[in-house]
């Protein structure tokens, strides 16, 4: 998979409208490819239990039906060696950098518990320095992107995340920092800031076969969950790789036994069921390859975990495996993962305790549209098929139980939390006004918490939940800190000396100071101050020379 900022570090080769990617990013079609994603460790010899990973409260004892209503599980095994009660772990990829932002942390846009957000990767500029798809810091994309308050946002909520490193384009850390105790810090660096307790190390392409890089992650790897375990913070592990029908390619294996030798507590291998290309006969479905691709997979771990001397059970075999596939149309021409398919992989999952299931990504669970022609879409912001939007997601949301998919609470509990008055000299963003006209991109506070626009609002409630059938402009991205203060602006101009005067005559163009900041008539006025209160519209005076932290480039 690729990903970009308003480019996808997704793996999709963007050959239609609407959002165009400035580069394409295509996949080898003789390998899978995209990203994944995480849970928690166990004991080799024991039978696979599972913990909540956000709360850590320890391994899960036989009671599946108490946590149905969601959480971070993936294989559940009864002590008596009995193989019937399993639990898969729905854990769907978001593309955090893709433009438009898939927000996440919103109910209404996520059904999904828990996500794998992709790709951390080296900085184009420091191979040891973690970034978001090489174009965001951590600390960029936490101001951004709201990385931050989003994540918090959905953890108090009840959800939980995980991070993806690598992906198709860019490079993973491990391969452009060659020293190890700098890798283990970029690795904690990310684990530290995000309070991770799975991550996902995505390795895909040249990268596969490069076995020096993959004993630097391996060790790591290796000491970062040794640090975290005698931290009481366990670290889980997850390795995703290519897959074809017949397996894991001989380089794939190789890169799982080095993982394994290195010292690394593997969680799973997952395997990306996409893009099988000539390895797939043309008259076998896009379920069957697989299905086949999974249980090659398996019986390859089997071995490979027999290598190290640990025998491993059927359901401990498959509670380490992972499946990932493509959503809808596929890079490969032809390849199209149908809702069907989606269902059938969901009865695959129960019937053999798959430790997880993920889809790239929740950015494309949604049908085109009609500004697409009716022909396979290749497209990183839909699915290219005929689907209600997130009828993917829904499907595998349903492995973390037998009831329906549970989805995250819109409702921000947290009774340790004060109530934070909307004052403007302490709010990050401008406070909601309803007569105030906010473009797509605008954040603003209200009742304690920072919204943005999904789209044009004026006189909407960020707070009052939308009418059924009719959603919200607003998306809730999470409480404003108590350590958090008033917006910054940024003039835009140095050159402005006039200080505005109430009983001067002010032709178009003229230029003032109000309170600091610079301002431009837009039309001959007297008597008309500049505005205070933002965003400014269109019918004031008096045009803003300055920018304002959460409106949106442009506006």
Wanted: aromatic share 8%; hydrophobic share 40%; glycine share 10%.
């Amino acid at each position: 998979m690729v990903t970009v900022r308003g480019r996808s570090q997704g793996r999709l080769c963007e050959i239609e409208p609407p959002t165009r990617s400035p580069g394409r990013y295509c996949f080898d079609e003789s390998e899978g490819s995209m990203g994944a994603s995480g849970a928690a460790p166990r004991d080799e010899e024991q039978p696979v239990a599972r913990r909540l990973s956000w709360t850590r409260v320890g391994l899960l004892l036989l009671v599946v039906a108490a946590v149905a209503g969601g959480a971070f599980v993936s294989v559940t095994e009864a002590a008596d060696r009995t193989e019937t009660t399993t639990l898969s772990w729905s854990v769907p990829y978001v593309d955090v950098t893709l433009t438009p932002t898939f927000q996440f942390q919103d109910p209404s846009a996520n059904p999904a518990r828990t996500v794998a957000l992709a790709f951390v990767v080296a900085d184009p500029e420091d191979g040891c320095a973690p970034s978001w798809g090489g174009y965001y810091s951590l600390e960029e994309a936490g101001t951004d992107l709201e990385l931050d308050r989003r994540i918090d946002q959905l953890r108090s909520a009840g959800g939980d995340v995980m991070v993806s490193f690598g992906g198709l384009v860019n490079d993973e850390l491990a391969i452009t920092c060659t020293d190890t105790g700098d890798l283990t810090d970029a690795y904690r660096d990310v684990v530290e800031r995000y309070d991770l307790s799975a991550v996902d190390l995505d390795v895909e392409g040249t990268a596969v076969a490069d076995l020096a890089a993959a004993g630097r992650r391996a060790a790591a790897l290796a000491d970062l969950q040794r640090e975290r375990a005698a931290d009481g913070s366990p670290l889980a592990v997850w390795l995703t790789v290519p897959v074809a029908p017949t397996g894991m390619t001989a380089e794939g294996v190789d890169l799982v036994r080095a993982t394994l030798a290195g010292g690394v507590e593997l969680m799973g291998v997952n395997v990306m069921t996409m893009d099988y290309g000539g390895a797939k006969p043309a008259e076998q479905s896009m379920i069957e390859a697989t299905e086949q691709a999974l249980r090659a997979a398996a019986e390859q771990v089997r071995a490979l975990y027999e290598e190290i001397g640990t025998t491993l059970r059927d359901r401990q075999v498959w509670s380490r495996i992972g499946a990932t596939p493509m959503i809808g149309q596929n890079d490969v021409e032809g390849e199209v993962f149908t809702l069907d398919d989606a269902a059938a992989l969901s009865s695959f999952a129960r019937a053999t305790g798959l430790g997880r299931v993920s889809l790239w990504s929740l950015n494309r669970d949604a049908g085109c549209g009609a500004s697409f022609a009716d022909v396979a879409v290749h497209s990183n912001t839909c699915s290219g098929v005929d689907q209600e939007a997130l009828a993917f997601v829904d499907e595998f949301a349903g492995l973390g139980g037998d009831g329906p998919a549970v989805r995250i609470s819109d409702t921000v509990e947290d009774a340790g939390r004060q109530p934070v008055v909307d004052d403007p000299a302490t709010s990050p963003y401008p406070i909601w006004r309803a007569e105030a006209q906010y473009p797509a991109g605008y954040k603003v506070v209200w009742h304690g918490n920072v919204y943005q626009a999904r789209w044009y609002a004026m006189g909407v409630d960020p707070s009052l939940p939308a009418a059924a059938g009719v959603p919200s402009p607003w998306a809730l991205l999470g409480v404003v800190e108590t350590s958090e203060s008033a917006p910054e602006p940024v003039p835009t101009v140095t050159d402005v000396t006039e200080v505005w005067n109430p009983d001067a005559l002010y032709q178009r163009g003229a230029r003032v100071f109000l309170d600091g900041l610079p301002y431009e008539a837009r039309w001959a006025n007297r008597g008309a101050a500049p505005g205070t209160l933002f965003p400014i519209g269109p019918e004031e005076a008096w045009e803003p020379l300055f920018d304002l932290p959460g409106q949106p480039a442009g506006s």
